[in-house]
């Protein structure tokens, strides 16, 4: 492997331990980036392991104040080195480099970085809570484990390993994080890698707060995730990947995060296609569900409608605007050959081409702009195969009999990430919204009115989660500061410590006058009466 | 079956669908109570999942007062039902009528019911979070389906199925529970049952609200746990049980909440003994550890100590304390042959007996109060076995030979609820507490200091919780209101959903002017701005 790139740890880029090597490829012109990976064996996880589990140790005594330094240098870092990073990027996923990559994506990497640095600062994310008459205090703190980050392959800078959501929540909780590359853009994380250990180093962090390997085989990543001294992994991508990964960690009583898949069901009512469905609503959905050639977790991957002559015309419309939109190229062979497959599995399973259906159509790697149709009776039969997710540029309209199939579909949906429900603006579909609604609320992380799913806001109050088998858990947060950060915390109670033994958040006197902390169950700034 | 107890399923008492009967036993007089329960087949599971699923549809719909009106009627009821409750819970699980199960553990109950009940109606337990710029708001809300709960054996009253604190903090997130009552106290836990719903039907619950079987086989208990339309397990029990329980969940990705196994290390400093270790200290751990025959999920198991004179004096004067103290009675007949077993396994596993070690002592099922010992060298080389737990009157000394032995043994540490450290009060034992500290820290849900842990305040800031395998997962506590409730929410989020159509808790005005809610990243309980 001596051509192969080095993995970084314990603060040493060095040849990987392990056999194997592979090669990413640039989608767009279907060949080799010219760069070799290695696979690593179990040797570089278990060192990278204990290095990170030795990290862990320190990190828990250092103020958060270098921790927010570390997010806010390597925010810099990475807006100084956005050129190459962009090119890397862009030519390992066919990402488009401008705008996408270079005035979106990189821009909101380093934005959450500081926002992660922020929550950080304030240390309001830990709920720091005091009961001053028992003398009982606790809050979140680091989980005593380095944390492993198994990034997506379709968001090579705000989802990576190294640099996105999971990267960024998890060490502003506190740990050190060990990333596993997403293998389609190992290049893209390598050069991350370099700006997070340099700016780990600029701040005076253990050489172990950053740690980054390529690959592993199938079980040496599920003995990482189960490893004694893992604390918890982050990992967003395929079902079955991570249910394999979810297995060993459950199996071991590690937590894990999982963000799997979701097809984001969309209701459009009778009165919003009437209203609006021609023009305005038509664009909406056509833009949401190409956008990055639909390779978002929130693309909307299936429109239900009730039978009619406005669904009738809603459905011919978008039918013409995808013939004629232009093809994107996918991230890798692989989402390629996804969509080939599960198309036909949806037809398969009853659901009748409307368009699309194809290899090709786009430079590189590409699948026609698909459209599929079923009747809301044949989804009631085969639930299970007509929610299989295409990942990428297609989506399935349900036409529902009337309003009581329409449930009976809703009823069968799986957990989502989201799901919207288009009505008419002046109440006419009032009757219908407040039957459907409190269906598909609890099926879904994120209720949208009127929106597509596509924009996941980086707000205070986002929630991208939801029922499994969206997530492995309905009670978390992927992206949304600071709330992100309780995965990767652990609840720390205080009884009867002696106050100068307790850490800063729980002590009488609020460390930075600014972190709100529920004091005798009222959340406040100011200090707590003296116990 | 014609003689067994009725189950409970969506507002019948009816004779069970199953096969097999069992009759609970008086542990003070080894002998039957008298009465007769059912053991359920799938097919009771099956209809209480599916009434459970309809109730949680109506459930989501009603007004918080409702739910809280029903946890404070509860609560009337066990008052008014008092006398009988505690002579059913005296005759099966043997312990004390009074004080213990009439005026600790009821009225602790009734209160516990009443917190979750404020919390219920103040609302800010779902932590309501608005961003009014992005339109974006989301709230903790129930899950969307019945939560399965499984009391364990030692609190009849307090951790009962029907009653406890798991029961408490799912029925006031707005959850039906279906609950599995512990084969130890059946009878209780139908007196409990028949209050809580009379209760319901008192304020206009759904019939479902609250169901009740007595045992299914290991099979039909992990396809309750598993079922697609269950939302969610709390159990508490033993290692064994609960681990086949969190298998069957996890694979269907069902979130289980699992209070497992806990040993409690006690650190006792050398300062500490030299300071008050001949009486005051000695006390507190003979009480500690012998309280309720030592059956409670914080008891002292190990006690680890600085090789020396002083901790010779105190293992002699513990010795010493444990051979004249009266014996308890235990709650089962398993658990007695439990505490044969684990202490026979402790010294297999190279512990020296000090005292006790057989079965009597007691009234009815008993084991004498027993203390072992072993070196701090022998921990460390059996480390897992030497923390298998002993559930009962009974304490491990581990005596290390200097400090860095004794950070050894705490590395080896398992997950625990909570951890003590003893130290001296004038700072003599300063520089070996920072040592030992930080590794304790992280492997406990409660550290103390100076205090043994076996009182488990209903604190805002309590963690009865901890790191796998005292639980399930570190984010979490069992105790303490009202965080616990957390652990039966979903994180729903709404995205431009049309302001009327919002919950109340996620409108603009504070829907009681009193509820917390984080509004533009200030808590407050001010009304938020008019988006």
């Given at each position: 492997?001596?051509?192969?790139?080095?993995?970084?740890i314990?603060?040493?880029?060095?040849?990987?331990?392990?056999?194997?090597?592979?090669?990413?490829?640039?989608?767009?012109?279907?060949?080799?980036t010219?760069?070799?990976?290695?696979?690593?064996?179990?040797n570089d996880?278990?060192?990278?392991?204990r290095?990170?589990?030795?990290?862990?140790e320190?990190?828990?005594g250092?103020?958060?104040?270098v921790?927010?330094?570390?997010?806010?240098r390597?925010?810099?870092r990475?807006e100084?080195?956005?050129?190459?990073l962009?090119?890397?990027?862009h030519?390992?996923?066919?990402l488009?480099?401008?705008?996408r990559l270079?005035?979106?994506?990189?821009?909101?990497?380093?934005?959450?970085?500081?926002?992660?640095a922020?929550?950080?600062?304030?240390?309001?994310?830990?709920?720091?809570?005091?009961?001053?008459?028992?003398?009982?205090?606790?809050?979140?703190?680091?989980?005593g484990?380095?944390?492993?980050?198994?990034?997506?392959?379709?968001?090579?800078?705000a989802?990576?390993?190294?640099a996105?959501?999971?990267?960024a929540?998890?060490i502003?909780?506190?740990?050190?994080?060990?990333?596993?590359?997403?293998?389609?853009?190992?290049?893209t994380t390598?050069?991350?890698?370099?700006?997070?250990f340099?700016?780990?180093?600029?701040?005076?962090?253990?050489?172990?707060?950053?740690?980054?390997?390529?690959?592993?085989?199938?079980q040496?990543?599920?003995?990482?995730?189960?490893?004694?001294?893992?604390?918890a992994?982050?990992?967003?991508?395929?079902?079955s990947?991570?249910?394999?990964?979810?297995?060993?960690?459950?199996?071991?009583?590690k937590p894990?995060?999982?963000?799997?898949?979701?097809?984001?069901?969309v209701?459009?009512?009778p009165?919003?296609?009437?209203e609006?469905?021609?023009?305005?609503?038509?664009?909406?959905?056509v833009?949401?569900?190409?956008?990055g050639?639909?390779?978002?977790c929130?693309?909307?991957?299936?429109?239900?409608?009730l039978k009619?002559?406005?669904a009738?015309?809603f459905?011919?419309?978008?039918?013409?605007?995808?013939?004629?939109?232009?093809?994107?190229?996918?991230?890798?062979e692989?989402?390629?050959?996804?969509?080939?497959?599960?198309?036909?599995?949806?037809?398969?399973?009853?659901?009748?081409?409307l368009v699309?259906?194809?290899?090709?159509?786009g430079?590189g790697?590409?699948?026609q702009n698909?459209l599929l149709?079923v009747?809301?009776t044949?989804?009631i039969?085969?639930?299970?195969?007509?929610?299989?997710?295409a990942f990428g540029?297609?989506?399935?309209?349900?036409?529902?009999?009337?309003?009581?199939?329409?449930?009976?579909?809703?009823?069968?949906?799986?957990?989502?990430?989201t799901?919207?429900?288009?009505?008419h603006?002046g109440?006419d579909?009032?009757?219908?919204?407040?039957?459907i609604?409190p269906?598909?609320?609890?099926?879904?992380?994120?209720?949208?009115?009127?929106?597509?799913?596509?924009?996941?806001?980086?707000?205070?109050?986002?929630?991208?989660g939801?029922?499994y088998?969206?997530?492995g858990?309905?009670g978390?947060?992927?992206?949304?500061?600071p709330?992100?950060?309780l995965?990767?915390?652990?609840?720390?109670?205080?009884?009867?410590?002696?106050?100068?033994?307790l850490?800063?958040a729980?002590?009488?006197?609020?460390?930075?006058?600014?972190?709100?902390?529920?004091?005798?169950?009222?959340?406040?700034?100011a200090?707590?009466?003296?116990?």
């Amino acid at each position: 492997m001596s051509d192969a790139k080095p993995v970084l740890i314990d603060g040493e880029w060095r040849a990987a331990d392990g056999e194997g090597t592979f090669e990413p490829r640039n989608p767009t012109a279907q060949s080799p980036t010219g760069e070799l990976y290695p696979v690593s064996s179990l040797n570089d996880v278990e060192a990278a392991v204990r290095a990170g589990a030795a990290a862990a140790e320190e990190m828990a005594g250092l103020a958060p104040t270098v921790i927010a330094s570390f997010l806010e240098r390597f925010a810099e870092r990475i807006e100084a080195r956005a050129d190459e990073l962009v090119a890397m990027a862009h030519a390992e996923s066919g990402l488009p480099a401008s705008p996408r990559l270079q005035d979106i994506e990189l821009p909101r990497t380093a934005d959450q970085l500081r926002q992660a640095a922020a929550a950080a600062r304030a240390g309001s994310w830990a709920l720091p809570t005091i009961d001053s008459q028992s003398g009982i205090r606790s809050m979140y703190a680091a989980l005593g484990g380095p944390v492993v980050v198994f990034g997506p392959n379709n968001f090579p800078f705000a989802f990576n390993s190294l640099a996105g959501g999971d990267f960024a929540s998890a060490i502003a909780a506190g740990n050190p994080v060990i990333g596993k590359a997403n293998s389609s853009h190992p290049g893209t994380t390598r050069l991350l890698g370099e700006e997070a250990f340099a700016a780990s180093q600029d701040v005076g962090l253990p050489t172990a707060a950053v740690q980054l390997i390529y690959r592993t085989d199938h079980q040496v990543g599920e003995q990482l995730v189960s490893h004694p001294l893992v604390a918890a992994t982050g990992y967003t991508g395929s079902r079955s990947a991570g249910l394999a990964l979810k297995a060993a960690a459950d199996q071991a009583g590690k937590p894990i995060y999982l963000e799997l898949s979701s097809i984001n069901p969309v209701v459009v009512l009778p009165g919003a296609i009437a209203e609006r469905g021609g023009d305005e609503l038509m664009d909406e959905f056509v833009t949401s569900c190409l956008m990055g050639t639909g390779q978002f977790c929130t693309n909307p991957g299936i429109v239900l409608l009730l039978k009619g002559e406005g669904a009738e015309q809603f459905i011919a419309a978008a039918r013409e605007k995808f013939g004629e939109a232009p093809v994107g190229t996918m991230l890798t062979e692989g989402v390629q050959k996804n969509m080939e497959r599960s198309v036909s599995h949806l037809r398969e399973a009853g659901a009748e081409l409307l368009v699309g259906g194809a290899t090709g159509g786009g430079a590189g790697y590409s699948f026609q702009n698909t459209l599929l149709r079923v009747s809301g009776t044949q989804f009631i039969k085969e639930p299970e195969k007509l929610q299989e997710e295409a990942f990428g540029n297609e989506s399935l309209f349900v036409v529902a009999d009337d309003m009581d199939q329409a449930l009976e579909v809703s009823r069968r949906f799986e957990g989502n990430l989201t799901g919207c429900i288009y009505s008419h603006s002046g109440g006419d579909d009032d009757a219908l919204y407040n039957r459907i609604a409190p269906i598909l609320r609890r099926k879904v992380g994120r209720l949208l009115n009127d929106k597509m799913p596509t924009g996941v806001a980086v707000s205070s109050a986002m929630n991208h989660g939801g029922p499994y088998p969206a997530t492995g858990h309905p009670g978390f947060t992927a992206v949304g500061l600071p709330a992100s950060l309780l995965r990767f915390g652990m609840l720390q109670c205080f009884d009867n410590v002696r106050p100068h033994r307790l850490p800063p958040a729980l002590r009488d006197q609020n460390p930075t006058g600014q972190m709100w902390r529920l004091v005798d169950k009222e959340w406040t700034q100011a200090d707590a009466a003296a116990g």
